[in-house]
C-alpha cells in the first residue's frame, strides 16, 4: 500500500517562507503529486500540481510565490512557500494520483502568523 509521509510545517511569519516536503513509499516515478491545503471551517482546496512528466499547475492565489517541483530518485515532491501570507493558513496535505487511484498524506500544519 503507498504511503505518504509529510513534513516541513511550521510556524512562520508572514513574508516568510517554508518548504515542505512529502516522501512516498512506492513507485514514484507514475504518480501525478500535488498539494492540497484545508484552513478551519473550509473546504480543503487545490494548491500545486505536478504530474509524472514534470508539468506544473498552480491555484492563482500562490502563483508566483508558490513552487513545486520533485526528486524521483528520492521519491519526494517539494513545495518551496515564499512570500507567505496569514491567509496561507491551512493544513497542508500531499496528493498521490495515477489512473482512477489517489491517496493523501496526514497533513502538515502552516502557520502564518501577521
Known amino acids: 500500500q503507498v504511503q505518504l509521509v509529510e513534513s516541513g510545517g511550521g510556524l512562520v511569519q508572514a513574508g516568510g517562507s517554508l518548504r515542505l516536503s512529502c516522501t512516498l513509499s512506492?513507485?514514484?516515478?507514475?504518480?501525478?503529486m500535488g498539494w492540497y491545503r484545508q484552513a478551519p471551517g473550509q473546504q480543503r482546496e487545490f494548491v500545486a500540481l505536478?504530474?509524472?512528466?514534470?508539468?506544473?499547475n498552480y491555484a492563482a492565489a500562490v502563483k508566483g510565490r508558490f513552487t513545486i517541483s520533485r526528486d524521483n530518485a528520492k521519491k519526494t515532491v517539494y513545495l518551496q512557500m515564499n512570500s507567505l501570507k496569514p491567509e496561507d493558513t491551512a493544513v497542508y496535505y500531499c496528493?498521490?494520483?495515477?489512473?482512477?487511484?489517489?491517496?493523501w498524506g496526514q497533513g502538515t500544519q502552516v502557520t502564518v502568523s501577521s
Open positions: 505536478i504530474t509524472s512528466r514534470f508539468g506544473t
Open positions: 512506492g513507485t514514484f516515478t507514475i504518480y501525478d
Open positions: 496528493n498521490a494520483k495515477t489512473g482512477s487511484y489517489a491517496t
